[in-house]
C-alpha cells in the first residue's frame, strides 16, 4: 500500500512568487486536504478537496488555491508569496472522513 | 468553536518510565478525537482515535489514550518509555462538519537515559 507522497520536499521562493505543491493520495483514499505548520506550531486547515470539488475551506485568504484530479491527486497553489508563508505544508488523504493519513511534507521558505 | 489546548509545551522523561501527555478540548458535542506523533522533519503519523464507545482507547507503538467527558480530556498515556519515542505530539479535535482537524500546539518530548 503507497502512502502519501509530497513533492518536492523543499522549496526556496522569492516574495512575491507564486508556488505549486504537489500530492499523491494514499491508494483508494478519494479525499485530500491540506495543511500549513508554521515553526513551532500545529498544523492549521487550508483546505479539502472531494470528487475534485472544495469541501471545506479553513481561515486562509483566496490566493490560496487547490485542484482535485481524477485519480485523486491534488495540488496546493499559492500566489503572491509573502514571508508568513514558510511553513511546513502537509497533505493529507483519507476515505470520505476521517481519520486522515499525512504526508511528509514540503518546506516552502520565502525570502 | 471548537479548540484544543495542550498544556504542557515540553515534557522530559527517563527512559522506561511512565508518560502521560495532557490534552484538553473544547467542542459541544461527542467529540472525534485524536493523538499523532511528527518526528523532526517528518510528517504526522497517526497514534490512535477516539469516535465513541470505550473510552480508553488502544493506539500504536503501546501508547493509549483516555477520553474523560467530565473533564473535557483526552490524555495520552504510555507505560514505559524508548528514546525512540522522542518526537512532538499533536492532540486534535474534529470540526463539526467532519471535514478537517483542529490541532493543538504540540508538546515536545524529550527522552533521557
Known amino acids: 500500500e503507497t502512502g502519501v507522497t509530497q513533492s518536492p520536499t523543499h522549496l526556496i521562493k522569492t516574495r512575491g512568487q507564486q508556488v505549486t505543491l504537489r500530492c499523491s493520495s494514499q491508494?483508494?483514499?478519494?479525499?485530500v486536504s491540506w495543511y500549513q505548520q508554521a515553526l513551532g506550531q500545529g498544523p492549521q486547515f487550508i483546505f479539502q478537496?472531494?470528487?475534485?470539488?472544495?469541501?471545506g475551506r479553513g481561515n486562509f485568504p483566496p490566493r490560496f488555491s487547490g485542484l482535485q484530479f481524477p485519480n485523486y491527486s491534488s495540488e496546493l497553489n499559492v500566489n503572491a508569496l509573502e514571508l508568513d508563508d514558510s511553513a511546513l505544508y502537509l497533505c493529507?488523504?483519507?476515505?470520505?472522513?476521517?481519520?486522515?493519513?499525512f504526508g511528509n511534507g514540503t518546506r516552502l521558505t520565502v525570502t | 468553536a471548537q479548540s484544543v489546548t495542550q498544556p504542557d509545551i515540553h515534557i522530559t522523561v527517563s527512559e522506561g518510565a511512565s508518560l502521560e501527555l495532557r490534552c484538553n478540548y473544547s467542542y459541544g458535542a461527542t467529540p472525534y478525537l485524536f493523538w499523532y506523533v511528527q518526528s523532526p522533519g517528518q510528517g504526522l503519523q497517526l497514534l490512535l482515535k477516539y469516535f465513541s464507545g470505550d473510552t480508553l482507547v488502544q493506539g500504536i507503538k503501546g501508547f493509549e489514550a483516555e477520553f474523560k467527558r467530565s473533564q473535557s480530556s483526552f490524555n495520552l498515556r504510555k507505560p514505559s518509555v524508548h528514546w525512540s519515542d522522542a518526537a512532538e505530539y499533536f492532540c486534535?479535535?474534529?470540526?463539526?462538519?467532519?471535514?478537517?482537524?483542529?490541532f493543538g500546539k504540540g508538546t515536545t518530548l524529550s527522552v533521557s537515559s
Open positions: 486534535a479535535v474534529a470540526n463539526q462538519a467532519g471535514t478537517a482537524l483542529i
Open positions: 478537496y472531494y470528487r475534485e470539488e472544495e469541501n
Open positions: 493529507a488523504s483519507s476515505l470520505a472522513g476521517l481519520p486522515l493519513h
Open positions: 491508494s483508494g483514499h478519494n479525499t
